[in-house]
């Protein structure tokens, strides 16, 4: 046995203050005995050292209270992974099987009632000493010990049970749904070193997405006692911003199609130069409850000022359980993107009445986009003569119920649905063509990641809408300067980071910086003369300003 009598460390109770109960407090008279000051280097060396003492002394003690060492709030620097894995606890409260709490008694076995006993060990971890140390250790019984009893109910190793695999289950537990930063992440690689290479990739490529940029928001959801991701959800700073600044309408939709295993979830804002613009990504696997809620909630504890903010969500899956809408987005009108609905209108009505009608899709056309109740109260008349009583039960049930929800009539404004499936189509044939090729969810995150790029945002500027709003107002030369500067634009390379107001773009060689009105830049180009340069609009096309601006005087070249 390695355990060695040290004195206690005077600087303990001052760096380990901890909110425990009053059965957790430790008078300096009772020190007085066997075990006191005794200390040890690791977890399974006192547990291994306890059993063996309890065996000597046929004594049972219970484990009923332990603060472990993951949740370490003292000053100075955090403890290691290693340290938590050795030491596991940074308070321990032992105390005899018949202990009872706050003054309570416990019944004999002859029938009568006596006071808990009040034998007890408190250990607690020394930081200086970086061992565990027993501080409190009242080993008078108030009873008799009875060898009958031990031997019925002592169980060796009870503690040491604890081990690696047991550990990693209680953190995947713990830092399930919440949101986790670099030392999470640390904290969960080092207990899975031993597990499979999947949940390790997994893990390394949120490393590199915090590291790249520490204001990403990142959750995940384990498999309750078991190392398997089932979701993931991560918020850029980017991401942050444009939600922030254009709440206003938000579209939700999912692309099931990707692979076998996994869906994945993306949530769209409409910027300034109406471009649908990522707030949100999740990778869930199949038949994932409650992704839904997850994924709102996540949303809106990442940008909190948006609750109250967002006045319409435009759903492209109408399965989705609408009840938790109203909760996480108080005024938020719920709309059903409408190619969806005409599609499970019309799926449905050739189920039902089992011919096929070159008409039948054209009339869901026309219900849809009824410009007026009366329009609407028309269609459905027609709609009448058309079809089987079944299928008008069907219908009245399930749709007609929602009508505000997908009919242009109510719409919340006129031709979101269609701008909702431009948006929509376009960003899941970017998503199919990026993702395609890739089958785990450690492949996912990271092209997902990749994708967050300058470079990404820039390539889709659209030069022809731009060109002829600068010809009206600047001579020819200037002008064809702009245009060879959206060029530029498109083709370069830059690396973006907010400093305090401004924003600064790298393109490997030098640094630039545009204003926070982002109208001004520090590069030649712009000094000169006074024109919108490529870092001005690469900057505008990243935060979602409208690249058609206002400039100030241009000079003369």
């Known amino acids: 046995m390695s355990a060695t009598k040290r004195p206690l460390s005077p600087t303990v109770s001052d760096n380990l203050s901890d909110n425990l109960s009053d059965e957790m407090s430790e008078p300096g008279s009772r020190m007085e005995n066997e075990l006191s000051d005794m200390s040890f280097s690791s977890w399974e060396e006192f547990c291994r050292f306890f059993d063996s003492w309890c065996e000597k002394s046929k004594v049972l003690f219970n484990k009923i209270k332990g603060v472990p060492l993951s949740k370490w709030k003292g000053t100075g620097s955090s403890p290691s992974p290693e340290q938590v894995e050795v030491l596991r606890y940074r308070t321990v409260l032992l105390v005899c099987k018949h202990y009872r709490a706050r003054g ?72 399930s749904k919440q949101f986790l930063n670099l030392r999470d992440l640390h904290r969960l690689q080092h207990y899975c070193r ?12 949120i490393e590199d997405l915090l590291r790249e940029d520490q204001g990403a928001k990142v959750r995940l959801v384990f498999v309750e006692g078991q190392v398997v991701v089932k979701a993931f959800v991560f918020i850029t700073s980017c991401m942050k911003r444009l939600c922030d600044r254009f709440p206003r309408v938000l579209y939700f939709d999912k692309m099931t199609y990707l692979s076998e295993e996994f869906d994945l979830y993306f949530i769209l804002c409409e910027d300034a130069n109406g471009r649908g613009r990522e707030c949100l990504y999740c990778i869930g696997r199949k038949d994932t409850e409650d992704v839904f809620r997850f994924i709102l909630v996540s949303l809106v504890q990442s940008v909190p000022d948006i609750k109250t903010r967002v006045n319409c969500l435009i759903l492209g899956n109408v399965n989705e359980d609408l009840s938790i809408i109203q909760t996480v987005l108080p005024n938020a009108k719920v709309q059903f993107c409408r190619t969806q609905v005409l599609e499970s209108l019309y ?66 404004e006129r031709n979101k649905g269609s701008t909702f499936s431009r948006f929509v189509r376009s960003h899941q044939q970017m998503l199919s063509s990026e993702l395609g090729s890739y089958h785990t969810m450690a492949e996912y995150i990271g092209r997902l990641h990749k994708l967050q790029t300058l470079k990404t ?55 630039y910086t545009v204003n926070k009105e982002q109208n001004s830049c520090s590069c030649t180009i712009y000094t000169s003369t006074l024109l919108p340069c490529r870092h001005i609009f690469a900057t505008r096309l990243w935060t979602g300003e409208t690249i058609c601006f206002s400039i100030r005087k241009q000079k003369s070249v």
């Not at 049970?161 to 289950?169: A, T």
């Not at 022809?464 to 010809?471: D, H, L, S, Y």
């Open 104 to 175: 309570g008694y416990v019944q004999s076995s002859t029938g009568d009632y006596r006071p808990g006993c009040p034998a007890r060990i408190l250990v607690k971890l020394d930081p200086v000493q970086n061992k565990l140390i027993v501080v409190t250790a009242e080993l008078e019984h108030n009873h008799e010990l009875c060898p009958i009893e031990f031997a019925k109910c002592f169980r060796k190793n009870r503690y040491v049970g604890e081990n690696d695999s047991s550990i990693l289950i209680r953190v995947t537990n713990e830092t």
């Open 194 to 205: 031993a597990q499979d290479s999947s949940i390790l990739d997994i893990l390394k490529e």
């Open 457 to 511: 945002e820039t390539t889709d500027l659209e030069e022809e809408k731009i060109q002829p709003r600068f010809r009206e107002i600047c001579s020819y030369d200037l002008a064809s300067l702009i245009e060879e500067e959206i060029g530029l634009g498109k083709n370069g390379c830059y690396r973006m980071k907010v400093d305090g107001d401004n924003f600064v773009l790298d393109d490997g060689t030098a640094e």
């Open 347 to 412: 799926n449905k009505a050739i189920e039902i009445e089992g011919v096929f009608q070159d008409n039948i899709w054209d009339f869901f056309c026309k219900l849809a986009n009824s410009w007026s109740p009366v329009s609407y109260s028309r269609n459905l008349r027609e709609m009448n003569s058309m079809f089987s009583k079944e299928f008008i039960e069907y219908f009245q049930d399930t749709w007609d119920t929602r009508k505000e929800m997908w009919v242009e009539s109510w719409a919340f």
